[in-house]
């Protein structure tokens, strides 16, 4: 099955805060579209202790002892928890477009409910009536501008992590090593 290595905490948050894109700075997938191994990296996402990473809905703050989480779907900060150089689940790879795209996509759409409007459609936001090029948005709160974004759904966590070496770009985890009930 093929894989890819994302650093923690952000492989957590695929699996379990949310994370329906991964950016990456080309596309890694090529034509590919399927089942995707989720590896968390042995490497963390470089920030010092202290710093915050916000992505989402969910906040991330460094410290000691790895990343501490705060959502508002979870009433209490949470201890994300390392899983470093462990595949940690399965996800469906949808899509891979650029920002770009998702933009073009979200004006064609909004062009369809602005089609009786042209003047509404061609007005800019900082006219202060924020015409549909304003309202143009990516794909995900999650999606970064100037990358490519890697569309994932449908997320499966292992009920234990499966230690194993990780690897750059879109690679193969061997299929004797995923559980059974995780892969239907």
Same mark, same amino acid.
């Given at each position: ?22 950016? !990456?700075?080309?596309?890694? +997938?090529?034509? &590919? %579209?399927? =089942?995707?191994?989720?590896?968390? @990296? ?27 989480? !705060?959502?508002?779907?979870? +009433?209490?900060? &949470? %201890?994300? =928890?390392?899983?470093?150089?462990? @595949? ?97």
């Amino acid at each position: 099955m093929k894989a890819i290595t994302v650093r923690q905490p952000w492989a957590w948050a695929i699996m379990h805060g949310g994370k329906d894109i991964e950016n !990456r700075t080309r596309n890694i +997938a090529g034509s &590919y %579209r399927g =089942p995707v191994v989720i590896h968390a @990296a042995v490497a963390l996402t470089p920030c010092r202790r202290g710093q915050r990473l916000i992505g989402g809905d969910v906040e991330f703050e460094r410290d000691q002892s790895g990343f501490l989480g !705060r959502s508002p779907r979870f +009433a209490w900060p &949470y %201890r994300i =928890p390392e899983n470093r150089g462990c @595949a940690i689940g399965i996800v469906d790879l949808t899509d891979a477009h650029t920002d770009f795209d998702c933009y073009e996509r979200d004006i064609q759409r909004l062009a369809l409910l602005y089609r009786q409007d042209v003047h509404a459609f061609w007005e800019t936001p900082d006219s202060g009536a924020g015409g549909i090029l304003g309202r143009a948005r990516v794909c995900s709160q999650w999606a970064m501008e100037d990358n490519w974004h890697l569309t994932l759904a449908n997320p499966r966590p292992f009920a234990r992590p499966i230690p194993h070496k990780g690897a750059l770009g879109l690679w193969n985890f061997p299929d004797d090593l995923i559980p059974e009930q995780v892969t239907a």
